[in-house]
């Protein structure tokens, strides 16, 4: 998960801490702390900022229920919905947002799933065959 160097990295000035590179951009991180540590809850309206968290708490092994309370609300909305049906339902589903995925899924039925691409999106992002049988 975490690469630290052992060696002593020579551009740091004595008494600093190590850093440490991350992948995810600035807004996905404080967003995910400000649910980690809610002192100011964050705000989060974007479909895109949605799936980033599910895919840093997926890589830091955070538990999908703290996500849930913040995330259900633009995943149930219908700019949302109507923008991207699909990655409303897997989002839900793999956030176990029952209500919400089946919501999302009566959004989906002017989409092709018979299309092998779009099956393998769908599975792909849910990370569970599952998700594609119950839709």
């Excluded at 020579?10 to 991180?29: A, C, F, M, N, Y």
């Excluded at 699909?86 to 299309?115: F, M, N, P």
Aim: hydrophobic letters at 40%; proline letters at 5%.
């Amino acid at each position: 998960m975490f690469d630290i160097s052992t060696t002593p990295n020579e551009d740091r000035k004595h008494g600093q801490l190590p850093v440490i590179p991350v992948e995810e951009d600035s807004e996905t991180l404080q967003a995910l702390l400000q649910i980690l540590y809610p002192i100011d809850p964050p705000s989060i309206s974007s479909l895109v900022l949605a799936e980033k968290l599910v895919a840093a708490a997926d890589k830091y092994l955070i538990s999908t229920s703290k996500l849930r309370l913040y995330l259900q609300h633009v995943l149930g909305s219908d700019e949302s919905l109507n923008e991207d049906p699909l990655l409303c339902y897997t989002l839900s589903w793999r956030l176990g947002l029952e209500d919400q995925a089946v919501k999302a899924s009566r959004y989906t039925h002017l989409i092709d799933l018979s299309k092998v691409t779009t099956a393998e999106q769908l599975v792909s992002r849910a990370r569970n065959v599952g998700a594609l049988t119950k839709l």
